[in-house]
Protein backbone atom coordinates (compact mmCIF):
# COMPACT_ATOMS: atom_id res chain seq x y z
CA UNK A 1 0.00 0.00 0.00
CA UNK A 2 2.24 1.97 0.62
CA UNK A 3 4.49 1.43 -2.08
CA UNK A 4 1.37 2.16 -4.24
CA UNK A 5 1.27 5.41 -2.59
CA UNK A 6 4.60 6.52 -3.39
CA UNK A 7 4.30 5.37 -6.84
CA UNK A 8 1.17 7.45 -7.03
CA UNK A 9 3.31 10.43 -5.58
CA UNK A 10 5.78 10.19 -7.99
CA UNK A 11 3.59 9.92 -11.08
CA UNK A 12 1.57 12.83 -9.75
CA UNK A 13 5.02 14.74 -9.55
CA UNK A 14 6.12 13.95 -12.93
CA UNK A 15 2.38 15.10 -14.42
CA UNK A 16 3.03 18.54 -12.55
CA UNK A 17 6.79 19.08 -13.79
CA UNK A 18 5.24 18.13 -17.23
CA UNK A 19 2.24 20.35 -17.24
CA UNK A 20 4.22 23.43 -15.88
CA UNK A 21 6.96 23.04 -18.25
CA UNK A 22 4.20 22.71 -20.98
CA UNK A 23 3.23 26.09 -19.51
CA UNK A 24 6.63 27.78 -19.21
CA UNK A 25 7.47 26.94 -22.82
CA UNK A 26 4.24 28.41 -24.33
CA UNK A 27 5.35 31.43 -21.94
CA UNK A 28 8.55 31.61 -24.03
CA UNK A 29 6.81 31.05 -27.70
CA UNK A 30 4.70 34.07 -25.88
CA UNK A 31 7.34 35.99 -25.06
CA UNK A 32 9.30 35.03 -28.51
CA UNK A 33 6.74 36.26 -30.50
CA UNK A 34 5.35 39.26 -28.96
CA UNK A 35 8.83 40.08 -28.17
CA UNK A 36 10.35 42.49 -25.02
CA UNK A 37 10.12 45.95 -26.69
CA UNK A 38 11.57 47.70 -23.91
CA UNK A 39 14.66 45.84 -24.63
CA UNK A 40 14.98 45.73 -28.27
CA UNK A 41 17.52 48.14 -30.39
CA UNK A 42 15.27 50.64 -32.42
CA UNK A 43 16.42 49.10 -35.77
CA UNK A 44 15.59 45.95 -34.74
CA UNK A 45 12.38 44.74 -36.16
CA UNK A 46 10.64 42.67 -33.44
CA UNK A 47 8.52 39.35 -34.56
CA UNK A 48 5.29 40.90 -33.80
CA UNK A 49 3.03 42.31 -36.13
CA UNK A 50 4.42 45.98 -36.90
CA UNK A 51 2.06 48.99 -36.41
CA UNK A 52 2.01 51.35 -39.30
CA UNK A 53 3.47 54.14 -39.13
CA UNK A 54 2.20 56.44 -41.63
CA UNK A 55 3.98 58.93 -41.85
CA UNK A 56 7.10 57.16 -43.52
CA UNK A 57 4.66 56.41 -46.06
CA UNK A 58 3.94 59.91 -46.39
CA UNK A 59 6.97 61.21 -46.99
CA UNK A 60 8.30 58.49 -49.32
CA UNK A 61 5.03 58.57 -51.53
CA UNK A 62 6.17 62.21 -51.89
CA UNK A 63 8.63 61.45 -54.02
CA UNK A 64 9.05 60.14 -57.40
CA UNK A 65 10.36 56.26 -57.32
CA UNK A 66 11.47 54.73 -60.75
CA UNK A 67 12.47 51.12 -60.88
CA UNK A 68 14.76 51.41 -63.36
CA UNK A 69 14.74 47.61 -63.65
CA UNK A 70 13.24 44.19 -63.54
CA UNK A 71 13.37 44.12 -60.01
CA UNK A 72 11.13 46.03 -57.81
CA UNK A 73 11.37 45.02 -54.25
CA UNK A 74 8.20 47.00 -52.83
CA UNK A 75 4.70 44.94 -53.31
CA UNK A 76 2.13 44.95 -51.23
CA UNK A 77 3.63 46.21 -47.88
CA UNK A 78 3.01 43.17 -45.62
CA UNK A 79 4.64 44.72 -42.28
CA UNK A 80 5.50 48.17 -42.20
CA UNK A 81 8.72 49.40 -40.25
CA UNK A 82 8.04 51.15 -36.64
CA UNK A 83 11.70 52.26 -35.97
CA UNK A 84 13.53 55.15 -36.55
CA UNK A 85 16.86 55.78 -36.25
CA UNK B 1 1.46 -24.16 -30.64
CA UNK B 2 3.29 -23.32 -34.25
CA UNK B 3 -0.10 -22.27 -36.65
CA UNK B 4 -2.17 -21.08 -33.97
CA UNK B 5 -2.72 -17.45 -34.39
CA UNK B 6 -1.94 -15.58 -31.27
CA UNK B 7 -4.94 -12.93 -30.06
CA UNK B 8 -4.05 -10.21 -28.02
CA UNK B 9 -5.78 -9.16 -24.75
CA UNK B 10 -7.95 -7.40 -27.20
CA UNK B 11 -8.95 -10.42 -29.12
CA UNK B 12 -7.08 -8.99 -32.33
CA UNK B 13 -4.96 -10.71 -34.20
CA UNK B 14 -1.07 -9.05 -33.53
CA UNK B 15 -0.34 -9.30 -37.40
CA UNK B 16 -3.50 -7.60 -38.13
CA UNK B 17 -2.94 -5.29 -34.90
CA UNK B 18 0.72 -3.88 -36.86
CA UNK B 19 -0.91 -3.46 -39.81
CA UNK B 20 -3.42 -1.22 -38.72
CA UNK B 21 -0.63 0.66 -36.51
CA UNK B 22 1.46 1.06 -39.29
CA UNK B 23 -1.47 2.56 -41.48
CA UNK B 24 -1.68 5.08 -38.41
CA UNK B 25 1.82 6.07 -38.78
CA UNK B 26 1.82 6.81 -42.18
CA UNK B 27 -1.38 8.47 -42.09
CA UNK B 28 -0.39 10.95 -39.09
CA UNK B 29 3.36 11.30 -41.00
CA UNK B 30 1.31 12.71 -44.41
CA UNK B 31 -0.62 14.72 -42.56
CA UNK B 32 2.17 16.14 -40.34
CA UNK B 33 4.15 16.31 -44.00
CA UNK B 34 1.08 18.01 -45.04
CA UNK B 35 0.63 20.66 -42.50
CA UNK B 36 4.55 21.77 -42.46
CA UNK B 37 4.17 22.43 -46.36
CA UNK B 38 1.12 24.59 -46.04
CA UNK B 39 3.20 26.01 -42.99
CA UNK B 40 5.96 26.81 -45.24
CA UNK B 41 4.19 27.80 -48.29
CA UNK B 42 2.41 30.23 -45.57
CA UNK B 43 5.72 31.74 -44.05
CA UNK B 44 6.77 31.95 -48.06
CA UNK B 45 4.45 33.94 -49.00
CA UNK B 46 3.46 36.06 -45.77
CA UNK B 47 6.51 37.06 -45.32
CA UNK B 48 7.85 40.75 -46.98
CA UNK B 49 9.30 43.98 -46.17
CA UNK B 50 9.05 46.76 -47.65
CA UNK B 51 12.56 49.00 -48.14
CA UNK B 52 11.12 52.27 -49.41
CA UNK B 53 10.75 53.63 -46.54
CA UNK B 54 14.02 52.71 -44.77
CA UNK B 55 15.59 54.09 -48.10
CA UNK B 56 14.13 57.39 -47.57
CA UNK B 57 15.04 57.54 -43.51
CA UNK B 58 18.86 57.07 -44.84
CA UNK B 59 18.55 59.27 -47.73
CA UNK B 60 17.01 62.36 -46.12
CA UNK B 61 17.60 64.84 -49.34
CA UNK B 62 16.15 62.76 -51.57
CA UNK B 63 13.21 63.38 -53.91
CA UNK B 64 13.40 61.04 -56.15
CA UNK B 65 14.57 57.33 -55.82
CA UNK B 66 15.46 55.13 -58.73
CA UNK B 67 15.43 51.60 -57.78
CA UNK B 68 17.92 48.95 -59.40
CA UNK B 69 17.56 45.48 -58.30
CA UNK B 70 18.78 45.86 -54.82
CA UNK B 71 20.71 49.64 -55.45
CA UNK B 72 18.99 52.61 -54.98
CA UNK B 73 19.72 55.88 -55.83
CA UNK B 74 18.76 59.05 -54.24
CA UNK B 75 18.97 62.27 -56.33
CA UNK B 76 17.97 65.64 -54.51
CA UNK B 77 16.13 68.90 -56.39
CA UNK B 78 18.36 69.87 -58.58
CA UNK B 79 18.72 66.05 -60.07
CA UNK B 80 22.55 65.23 -58.53
CA UNK B 81 23.37 62.25 -56.86
CA UNK B 82 22.77 63.05 -52.61
CA UNK B 83 23.44 58.90 -52.15
CA UNK B 84 22.91 55.17 -52.41
CA UNK B 85 21.52 52.87 -50.49
CA UNK B 86 21.95 49.05 -51.21
CA UNK B 87 20.13 45.88 -49.46
CA UNK B 88 23.15 43.09 -48.00
CA UNK B 89 22.15 39.86 -47.22
CA UNK B 90 23.66 37.09 -45.27
CA UNK B 91 23.07 34.32 -42.89
CA UNK B 92 22.89 34.97 -39.13
CA UNK B 93 21.91 32.63 -36.15
CA UNK B 94 18.52 31.67 -37.02
CA UNK B 95 18.39 33.18 -40.92
CA UNK B 96 18.65 35.18 -42.99
CA UNK B 97 20.41 38.89 -42.24
CA UNK B 98 19.24 42.21 -44.50
CA UNK B 99 20.77 45.02 -43.69
CA UNK B 100 20.43 48.24 -45.63
CA UNK B 101 22.89 50.70 -46.17
CA UNK B 102 23.38 53.89 -46.99
CA UNK B 103 26.24 55.90 -48.69
CA UNK B 104 27.42 58.89 -49.93
CA UNK B 105 28.76 59.69 -53.36
CA UNK B 106 32.13 60.12 -51.73
CA UNK B 107 31.58 56.74 -50.78
CA UNK B 108 31.27 57.32 -47.11
CA UNK B 109 28.59 55.31 -44.95
CA UNK B 110 25.79 57.44 -43.74
CA UNK B 111 23.56 55.03 -42.08
CA UNK B 112 22.43 51.38 -42.29
CA UNK B 113 18.96 50.11 -41.07
CA UNK B 114 18.35 46.23 -39.84
CA UNK B 115 15.65 45.71 -42.01
CA UNK B 116 14.70 42.22 -41.88
CA UNK B 117 16.27 39.98 -38.77
CA UNK B 118 15.39 36.16 -37.75
CA UNK B 119 17.56 36.03 -34.47
CA UNK B 120 16.06 36.09 -31.33
CA UNK B 121 15.70 39.78 -28.72
CA UNK B 122 18.96 38.04 -26.40
CA UNK B 123 21.25 38.24 -29.37
CA UNK B 124 20.02 41.43 -30.09
CA UNK B 125 20.79 43.27 -26.72
CA UNK B 126 24.42 42.49 -27.38
CA UNK B 127 24.87 43.81 -30.72
CA UNK B 128 22.80 46.61 -29.00
CA UNK B 129 25.07 47.03 -26.20
CA UNK B 130 28.16 46.87 -28.57
CA UNK B 131 26.74 49.08 -31.12
CA UNK B 132 27.41 48.01 -34.14
CA UNK B 133 25.50 49.88 -36.51
CA UNK B 134 27.10 52.89 -35.11
CA UNK B 135 30.53 51.74 -35.56
CA UNK B 136 29.70 50.69 -39.40
CA UNK B 137 28.35 54.19 -39.96
CA UNK B 138 30.88 57.13 -40.63
CA UNK B 139 33.47 54.72 -41.97
CA UNK B 140 34.60 54.54 -45.75
CA UNK B 141 33.56 52.27 -47.87
CA UNK B 142 36.99 50.82 -48.24
CA UNK B 143 37.19 49.82 -44.72
CA UNK B 144 37.32 46.20 -44.22
CA UNK B 145 33.93 46.02 -41.59
CA UNK B 146 35.37 42.59 -40.23
CA UNK B 147 34.71 42.10 -36.96
CA UNK B 148 37.94 41.88 -34.77
CA UNK B 149 39.73 44.26 -36.83
CA UNK B 150 37.97 47.37 -37.50
CA UNK B 151 34.78 46.80 -35.73
CA UNK B 152 34.70 45.42 -32.37
CA UNK B 153 33.44 41.54 -31.75
CA UNK B 154 29.91 40.91 -29.80
CA UNK B 155 30.67 38.36 -27.23
CA UNK B 156 27.84 35.84 -26.78
CA UNK B 157 26.27 36.97 -30.61
CA UNK B 158 28.89 36.44 -33.00
CA UNK B 159 26.85 34.61 -35.25
CA UNK B 160 24.35 37.40 -35.32
CA UNK B 161 27.06 40.03 -35.55
CA UNK B 162 29.31 38.35 -38.06
CA UNK B 163 25.87 38.09 -40.46
CA UNK B 164 25.67 41.91 -39.87
CA UNK B 165 28.93 42.92 -40.93
CA UNK B 166 28.77 40.06 -44.02
CA UNK B 167 25.70 41.52 -45.00
CA UNK B 168 27.31 45.31 -44.79
CA UNK B 169 30.14 44.22 -46.38
CA UNK B 170 27.54 42.41 -49.78
CA UNK B 171 25.93 46.00 -49.57
CA UNK B 172 28.78 48.21 -49.61
CA UNK B 173 30.29 46.35 -52.50
CA UNK B 174 27.14 46.20 -54.85
CA UNK B 175 26.99 50.20 -54.04
CA UNK B 176 30.51 50.05 -55.52
CA UNK B 177 29.68 48.44 -58.26
CA UNK B 178 26.63 49.55 -59.61
CA UNK B 179 26.29 52.87 -58.46
CA UNK B 180 30.11 54.25 -57.72
CA UNK B 181 31.64 52.81 -60.75
CA UNK B 182 34.38 51.75 -58.86
CA UNK B 183 33.90 47.89 -57.66
CA UNK B 184 36.16 46.75 -54.59
CA UNK B 185 38.31 44.07 -54.52
CA UNK B 186 36.79 40.45 -54.71
CA UNK B 187 36.17 39.46 -51.18
CA UNK B 188 38.20 36.53 -49.34
CA UNK B 189 36.26 33.61 -47.99
CA UNK B 190 38.63 31.16 -45.90
CA UNK B 191 36.89 28.40 -44.47
CA UNK B 192 36.23 28.17 -40.53
CA UNK B 193 37.56 24.78 -39.28
CA UNK B 194 38.63 24.74 -35.66
CA UNK B 195 37.86 23.23 -32.33
CA UNK B 196 34.26 22.96 -32.57
CA UNK B 197 34.18 21.63 -35.96
CA UNK B 198 37.32 19.44 -34.85
CA UNK B 199 35.44 18.10 -31.38
CA UNK B 200 32.41 17.45 -33.27
CA UNK B 201 33.61 15.47 -35.99
CA UNK B 202 35.45 13.18 -33.41
CA UNK B 203 32.06 13.01 -31.63
CA UNK B 204 30.84 11.74 -34.06
CA UNK B 205 33.28 9.29 -34.80
CA UNK B 206 33.57 7.66 -31.46
CA UNK B 207 29.56 7.49 -31.21
CA UNK B 208 29.65 6.00 -34.57
CA UNK B 209 32.41 2.96 -32.95
CA UNK B 210 31.37 3.41 -29.49
CA UNK B 211 27.55 2.26 -30.09
CA UNK B 212 28.49 -0.71 -31.92
CA UNK B 213 31.16 -2.06 -29.31
CA UNK B 214 30.82 -5.16 -27.15
CA UNK B 215 32.61 -4.78 -24.56
CA UNK B 216 30.31 -2.58 -22.00
CA UNK B 217 32.75 -1.58 -19.20
CA UNK B 218 34.68 0.22 -22.29
CA UNK B 219 31.50 1.67 -23.99
CA UNK B 220 30.05 2.67 -20.25
CA UNK B 221 33.78 4.49 -19.69
CA UNK B 222 33.90 5.91 -23.52
CA UNK B 223 30.42 7.18 -23.90
CA UNK B 224 30.63 9.06 -20.30
CA UNK B 225 34.05 10.82 -21.92
CA UNK B 226 32.47 11.51 -24.71
CA UNK B 227 29.20 13.30 -22.77
CA UNK B 228 31.77 15.11 -20.58
CA UNK B 229 33.54 16.52 -23.91
CA UNK B 230 30.37 17.51 -25.43
CA UNK B 231 29.17 19.29 -21.96
CA UNK B 232 32.04 21.28 -21.87
CA UNK B 233 33.40 21.92 -25.91
CA UNK B 234 30.30 22.01 -27.24
CA UNK B 235 27.86 23.63 -24.62
CA UNK B 236 30.01 25.98 -21.86
CA UNK B 237 32.69 26.97 -24.63
CA UNK B 238 31.12 27.08 -27.62
CA UNK B 239 27.33 27.11 -26.72
CA UNK B 240 26.55 25.18 -29.82
CA UNK B 241 24.25 22.30 -29.30
CA UNK B 242 21.38 21.31 -32.31
CA UNK B 243 18.75 22.60 -31.22
CA UNK B 244 14.86 22.77 -33.41
CA UNK B 245 15.92 26.62 -34.37
CA UNK B 246 18.67 24.88 -36.60
CA UNK B 247 16.10 22.38 -37.87
CA UNK B 248 13.92 25.08 -38.88
CA UNK B 249 16.19 27.17 -40.60
CA UNK B 250 17.52 24.28 -42.68
CA UNK B 251 13.48 23.41 -43.48
CA UNK B 252 13.14 27.32 -44.75
CA UNK B 253 16.15 27.15 -46.55
CA UNK B 254 18.17 29.15 -44.89
CA UNK B 255 21.28 27.50 -45.23
CA UNK B 256 24.06 29.66 -44.60
CA UNK B 257 27.48 29.69 -46.67
CA UNK B 258 29.48 26.92 -45.43
CA UNK B 259 33.05 28.42 -45.52
CA UNK B 260 31.66 30.11 -42.42
CA UNK B 261 28.61 27.64 -41.07
CA UNK B 262 30.56 24.28 -41.73
CA UNK B 263 29.69 23.47 -37.79
CA UNK B 264 26.12 24.19 -38.98
CA UNK B 265 26.13 21.94 -41.51
CA UNK B 266 28.37 19.50 -39.98
CA UNK B 267 25.41 19.10 -37.02
CA UNK B 268 22.63 18.77 -39.41
CA UNK B 269 24.55 16.91 -42.10
CA UNK B 270 25.96 14.19 -39.35
CA UNK B 271 22.61 13.82 -37.82
CA UNK B 272 20.60 13.26 -41.16
CA UNK B 273 23.42 10.93 -42.11
CA UNK B 274 23.56 8.73 -39.03
CA UNK B 275 19.69 8.66 -38.52
CA UNK B 276 19.02 7.86 -42.07
CA UNK B 277 22.17 5.54 -43.35
CA UNK B 278 23.02 4.04 -39.51
CA UNK B 279 19.11 4.45 -38.01
CA UNK B 280 21.03 5.31 -34.75
CA UNK B 281 21.30 8.64 -33.41
CA UNK B 282 24.20 9.13 -31.02
CA UNK B 283 24.13 12.81 -30.54
CA UNK B 284 21.42 12.56 -28.07
CA UNK B 285 22.74 9.62 -25.63
CA UNK B 286 26.18 10.12 -26.18
CA UNK B 287 27.43 13.72 -26.42
CA UNK B 288 24.33 16.46 -26.35
CA UNK B 289 25.79 18.91 -23.93
CA UNK B 290 22.54 19.80 -22.43
CA UNK B 291 21.25 16.01 -21.85
CA UNK B 292 25.04 15.59 -20.43
CA UNK B 293 24.46 18.04 -17.88
CA UNK B 294 21.42 16.55 -16.90
CA UNK B 295 22.41 13.39 -16.29
CA UNK B 296 25.59 14.87 -14.61
CA UNK B 297 22.88 16.41 -11.94
CA UNK B 298 20.94 13.17 -11.87
CA UNK B 299 24.52 10.80 -10.94
CA UNK B 300 23.87 13.03 -7.44
CA UNK B 301 21.07 11.57 -6.14
CA UNK B 302 21.12 8.51 -8.65
CA UNK B 303 17.90 9.07 -10.06
CA UNK B 304 16.79 6.54 -12.90
CA UNK B 305 14.35 6.59 -15.72
CA UNK B 306 10.82 6.44 -14.98
CA UNK B 307 8.30 6.45 -17.39
CA UNK B 308 4.59 5.33 -16.25
CA UNK B 309 3.20 2.98 -18.71
CA UNK B 310 -0.10 4.16 -18.93
CA UNK B 311 1.42 7.75 -19.47
CA UNK B 312 3.85 6.53 -21.82
CA UNK B 313 1.92 7.51 -25.09
CA UNK B 314 0.43 10.78 -23.97
CA UNK B 315 3.75 11.89 -23.19
CA UNK B 316 5.59 10.78 -26.37
CA UNK B 317 2.83 12.69 -28.46
CA UNK B 318 3.01 15.58 -25.99
CA UNK B 319 6.45 15.79 -26.76
CA UNK B 320 5.62 15.58 -30.73
CA UNK B 321 3.37 18.00 -30.24
CA UNK B 322 5.68 20.39 -28.89
CA UNK B 323 8.38 20.16 -31.42
CA UNK B 324 5.78 20.25 -34.34
CA UNK B 325 3.72 22.88 -33.03
CA UNK B 326 8.08 24.79 -33.17
CA UNK B 327 8.17 23.67 -36.50
CA UNK B 328 4.92 25.13 -37.96
CA UNK B 329 5.33 28.15 -36.09
CA UNK B 330 9.10 28.62 -37.06
CA UNK B 331 8.11 27.36 -40.71
CA UNK B 332 4.82 30.03 -40.84
CA UNK B 333 6.64 32.83 -39.31
CA UNK B 334 10.03 32.47 -40.90
CA UNK B 335 11.41 32.99 -37.45
CA UNK B 336 13.31 29.48 -35.99
CA UNK B 337 14.74 31.92 -33.21
CA UNK B 338 11.20 32.28 -31.85
CA UNK B 339 10.13 28.76 -31.95
CA UNK B 340 12.88 26.96 -30.15
CA UNK B 341 12.41 26.07 -26.08
CA UNK B 342 15.37 24.43 -25.45
CA UNK B 343 17.19 26.40 -22.64
CA UNK B 344 20.50 25.59 -23.94
CA UNK B 345 21.75 29.17 -23.87
CA UNK B 346 20.25 29.67 -20.35
CA UNK B 347 22.71 27.32 -18.69
CA UNK B 348 25.59 27.39 -21.55
CA UNK B 349 25.80 31.66 -21.71
CA UNK B 350 24.05 32.55 -18.48
CA UNK B 351 21.38 34.57 -20.62
CA UNK B 352 17.36 34.29 -20.47
CA UNK B 353 14.50 35.87 -19.59
CA UNK B 354 12.71 34.93 -15.97
CA UNK B 355 10.96 32.16 -17.84
CA UNK B 356 13.70 30.63 -19.39
CA UNK B 357 15.40 30.53 -15.79
CA UNK B 358 12.74 29.45 -14.18
CA UNK B 359 12.35 26.74 -16.62
CA UNK B 360 16.20 25.93 -16.55
CA UNK B 361 16.13 25.16 -12.77
CA UNK B 362 12.73 23.15 -12.71
CA UNK B 363 14.54 20.88 -14.98
CA UNK B 364 17.80 20.83 -13.01
CA UNK B 365 15.65 19.76 -9.59
CA UNK B 366 13.88 17.53 -11.65
CA UNK B 367 16.94 15.73 -12.54
CA UNK B 368 17.97 15.14 -9.21
CA UNK B 369 14.44 12.57 -9.76
CA UNK B 370 14.32 11.37 -12.93
CA UNK B 371 16.88 10.92 -15.26
CA UNK B 372 16.70 13.34 -17.95
CA UNK B 373 13.59 14.54 -17.68
CA UNK B 374 13.89 17.13 -20.60
CA UNK B 375 15.02 14.81 -22.70
CA UNK B 376 12.66 12.20 -21.95
CA UNK B 377 9.48 14.28 -22.00
CA UNK B 378 10.05 18.13 -23.57
CA UNK B 379 13.17 18.13 -26.22
CA UNK B 380 11.81 18.95 -29.91
CA UNK B 381 14.73 16.55 -30.97
CA UNK B 382 13.84 13.34 -30.25
CA UNK B 383 10.59 13.44 -32.33
CA UNK B 384 12.31 15.01 -35.41
CA UNK B 385 15.16 11.79 -35.02
CA UNK B 386 11.96 9.61 -35.02
CA UNK B 387 10.41 11.18 -37.78
CA UNK B 388 13.58 10.70 -39.96
CA UNK B 389 13.57 7.43 -38.58
CA UNK B 390 10.05 7.03 -39.82
CA UNK B 391 10.34 8.10 -43.38
CA UNK B 392 13.49 6.11 -43.58
CA UNK B 393 10.95 3.18 -42.84
CA UNK B 394 8.57 4.24 -44.94
CA UNK B 395 10.63 4.72 -47.60
CA UNK B 396 12.75 0.86 -47.39
CA UNK B 397 8.61 -0.75 -46.88
CA UNK B 398 8.12 0.98 -50.28
CA UNK B 399 11.28 0.01 -51.91
CA UNK B 400 10.92 -3.74 -50.53
CA UNK B 401 7.25 -3.49 -52.36
CA UNK B 402 7.87 -2.02 -55.66
Known amino acids: ?85 | MTGDIILSSSGENPKTRQQKQNRYRMIVLFISIFLALVAWLYGYFSTGIDVLPFVSELLPGAVQIDVNSRLYIGYGEDGSVVGYAAVGEAPGYAGPIEILVGIDPDGKVIGAKLIQERESPGFFRLIEDADLIGQITGKPMSSNFRLGEDLDGVSGATLSAEGITSATREAIRLTAREGLDTPLPPEKKSIKFGIPEITLLLLYVAGYVGHKMRNRGLKKKIRLGMLFIGMVVLGFIYTAPFTISMVITFLSGYWPDWQNNLYWYLLIGGILFVTTVDAKNPYCSWFCPFGSFQELVSKITNARIYKPRKWRGAFAWLQRGLAFTAVLMGLALRNPGAAGYEPFATLFDLRGTIVQWVFLLIIIFSSLVMYRPFCNYLCPLDPVVDFIGECRRLIIEMRKKW
Request: charged share 20%; hydrophobic share 40%.
Open chain 1, 1 to 85: MVKKSRLNLREMLLLIFVAVSVVLVGFQWGEALLGEEDNIPDYVRPTAAFEVDESLYDNWNQMDVTPTLHHQRTQEPKTTPTSSQ
